[in-house]
């Protein structure tokens, strides 16, 4: 027994170093956002919120925030008018191909984001050559570029919705007359309401902190967040930067919060 109870402290010491080391990044830069000093040192001299206040005022970062925000909620609402009607046909309507379908749902999620970010650029490019349709440098092309970040998001969180949601709710709507218009608006949209508040908060995330496909597509005079905080390291290394990372953070981390509060994210994945 006491070998036992050794064991067990052992193995949760362990798994305290190992959150210790995963989460003190973001508590030390958080830390540093209230820094006084304008050239981080430990320890710090005093503390101050002017660099939350001077991140603001620089155009570069108000204006990527801004487009950023813009970006995650049009892909965020694409996203799903999408991935509802593709998690829907995927998980209740059984169709030769329906895992392949699955899986070029997903593939963005598997592609590196730097290869994909060089391959949209290089379609959108080839695209302009036949059509003459400017995409890339456009706001439109960043839409499809941060739709593409988020849908497979939005796929895996409405099919483990849709695999959790009781079917026969369904089935006995059907056997009572209601058509397949009425038994989803009815039936089948309550039960996975959950799973769309979490998916689109998950693509919302997953579109906010984009850096790769943005990086190769943003136009002139145009910027996102993280290509401004980018941007703004080559050159600068004061609090500001530790300020924009710390709401960036605190953004990122209440939207997974609330994804978890209305599905386990641990069965996504």
């Known amino acids: ?12 010491g362990l798994v305290g170093l190992i959150f210790a080391f995963v989460i003190m990044p973001l508590v030390v830069i958080l830390w540093a956002s209230f820094f006084s000093d304008r050239i981080l040192t430990f320890p710090p001299s005093g503390y101050t919120v002017e ?7 620089l155009q570069d970062f108000a204006n ?17 008018l999408i991935g509802v009607p593709a998690a829907l046909a995927i998980e209740r309507f059984p169709f030769p191909g329906r895992e392949t379908v699955r899986q070029i749902l997903l593939s963005p999620m598997y592609v590196p984001a730097i290869v994909a970010g060089a391959a949209v650029y290089i ?17 439109t092309g960043l839409l499809i570029a941060h739709t593409l970040v988020a849908l497979p998001w ?12 009781n079917a026969t709710s369904e089935e006995a709507a059907a056997s009572l007359g209601a058509n397949r218009f009425q038994t989803f608006y009815l039936v089948t949209l309550p039960s996975i309401r959950s799973g769309m508040i979490a998916s689109a908060l998950f693509s919302f995330i997953a579109s906010f902190s984009d850096l790769e496909k943005s990086l190769f597509l943003v136009g002139p005079g145009k910027t996102t967040l993280p290509i401004a ?14 300020a924009v990372a710390s709401v960036q953070i605190l953004i990122i981390a209440a939207a997974l919060l609330v994804s ?8 996504a994945f």
């Open 154 to 165: 939005c796929i895996r969180l409405l099919c483990v919705s849709l695999e959790t949601a």
């Open 51 to 57: 660099w939350f206040v001077r991140a603001w005022a």
């Open 229 to 242: 905080i980018v941007n703004y390291l080559e050159w600068n290394l004061d609090p500001t930067i530790a």
């Open 260 to 267: 978890n509060r209305y599905v386990n994210l641990g069965k």
């Open 1 to 12: 027994m006491e070998r036992i109870q050794i064991g067990r402290i052992l193995f949760l």
């Open 64 to 80: 990527g925030f801004v487009t950023s925000l813009q970006l995650g909620v049009c892909a965020t609402i694409t996203s799903q």
């Open 123 to 139: 379609y959108f490019i080839q695209v302009e050559i036949l059509t003459n349709i400017q995409l890339a440098s456009t706001f």
